[in-house]
């Protein structure tokens, strides 16, 4: 079992930067694939990011393709969400999440622990 905290949302402007972290319990973090989801206002959970346990394989949805990067530190329990040149439409509470499927894990309904969620707020 794993337990994953967000931290590092905040306001930005378009155009500017953030960096979330998840930080994660358990000790068998490293072998879970780790994902990011996002959630607006009126919206559905949408997937942005995903990485594999050993963070050798990453796979982003195409409104954040070359701007976000996803990466990990297995070492510190922890999984990182780069979000460069940040638009309005990426305002959303973003959350970070734990899997036990491999590959390109996209659905949110094969993530098994979820954490709170930070709000990203993006001003135009």
């Known amino acids: 079992q794993v337990q994953v905290v967000e931290s590092g949302g905040g306001l930005v402007q378009a155009g500017g930067s953030l960096r979330l972290s998840c930080a994660a319990s358990?000790?068998?973090?490293?072998?879970?694939?780790m994902g990011w989801f996002r959630q607006a206002p009126g919206k559905e959970r949408e997937f942005v990011a995903t990485?594999?346990?050993?963070?050798?394989?990453?796979y982003y949805a195409d409104s954040v393709k070359g701007r976000f990067t996803i990466s990990r530190d297995n070492a510190k329990k922890t999984v990182y969400l780069q979000m460069n040149s940040l638009k309005p439409e990426d305002t959303a509470v973003y959350y970070c999440?734990?899997?036990?499927?491999?590959?390109?894990?996209?659905?949110?309904?094969?993530?098994?622990?979820w954490g709170q969620g930070t709000q990203v707020t993006v001003s135009s």
């Open positions: 358990g000790r068998t973090f490293s072998k879970y694939t």
């Open positions: 990485i594999s346990s050993s963070g050798g394989s990453t």
């Open positions: 999440a734990a899997s036990t499927s491999v590959g390109e894990v996209v659905g949110t309904g094969l993530y098994d622990y």
